[in-house]
């Protein structure tokens, strides 16, 4: 396999969202549409690839992630796009939707600094970083392979924020103990060559630029973070979150009491 054709695979996660903004976890099971910054992000995200060779975009099956590749199939109307659930997010359980300081970090701590990566989120559904690598993967390895089966050069994957670390970290280095090193902004792109090879799951790949946002302008660039959050958190922070009202709709919500 070590003749076969150079793949260019374009790792985007999607653009900011309400529930982003508000500093709250959204992972498999939270699906909110873009914001107005979030749809800018993905409108330079368009114009990054407006000019350059694109055959084929992936999306997940999340609406934040098919609105953001929808920004590229706007320069390329004519190539395929596909969406895959095996890309949807780490379903972070019972966090999700809840404040990033009522949980997340200390669950990013163990992942990140203590590297443990089989320790699912709390809660029903709660996934680990290994689990999802374990779904997430062979999807990655189809779309390698068929890419390199049709001549498909370069692709263009629109995914999340630890979903592509978890990839970056097992595909370039083999473990999933440097998943900190691949910290995504919103709207990043990561740029990964990669080719069909012998060894775990079949691809080699080497890094271009890794989480880049320089095609979008500062004033674009999302201003919130988890990091920044713990830093200059409220009372009220752990106490807001996202849960659907009896119409199915996504709403804010401030909680009385923190979630245990």
């Known amino acids: 396999m070590g003749d076969s054709p150079l793949v260019t695979l374009y790792f985007i996660r ?11 976890v959204q992972g498999k099971r939270i699906d909110p549409p873009l914001n107005d910054r979030g749809k800018r992000q993905a409108e330079c995200v368009g114009n990054r690839f407006q000019t350059d060779s694109v055959d ?3 999306t997940s099956a999340a609406r934040r992630t098919i609105e953001t590749g929808s920004a590229i199939s706007a320069h390329h109307p ?3 796009v596909d969406r895959f659930s095996e890309l949807n997010e780490l379903e972070f359980g019972d ?3 809840r404040h990033v300081t009522a949980g997340y970090n200390d669950l990013v701590v163990k992942w990140d600094e203590q590297h443990q990566t089989d320790l699912s989120a709390p809660g029903s559904g709660g996934e680990s970083p290994a689990a999802c690598a374990k ?3 062979p999807c990655i390895q189809h779309i390698v392979q068929t890419a390199t089966d049709q001549g498909l ?3 263009c994957i629109v995914a999340h924020s630890r979903l592509i670390q978890i990839v970056l970290a ?3 280095d083999g473990t999933l103990q440097t998943m900190k090193a691949y910290k995504q902004k919103k709207a990043a792109i990561n740029t990964i060559n990669v080719r069909l090879a012998d060894g775990p799951w079949g691809i080699a790949a080497t890094a271009g630029k890794i989480n880049s946002t320089a095609h979008m302008p500062d004033s674009v660039v999302s201003r919130v973070s988890s990091a920044k959050a713990m830093v200059s958190q409220s009372k009220r922070d752990a106490l807001t979150c996202f849960e659907l009202d009896s119409n199915g709709v996504l709403a804010l919500r401030y909680l009385n009491t923190p979630p245990q």
Not at 14 to 24: A, F, L, Y
């Open 170 to 172: 097992t595909m370039l």
């Open 95 to 97: 966090l999700e939707g």
């Open 135 to 137: 779904r997430t993967m």
């Open 14 to 24: 999607h653009g900011e969202t309400e529930v982003n903004r508000h500093n709250c």
């Open 78 to 80: 004519d190539i395929p």
């Open 153 to 155: 050069k370069h692709v």
């Open 56 to 58: 084929w975009i992936v």
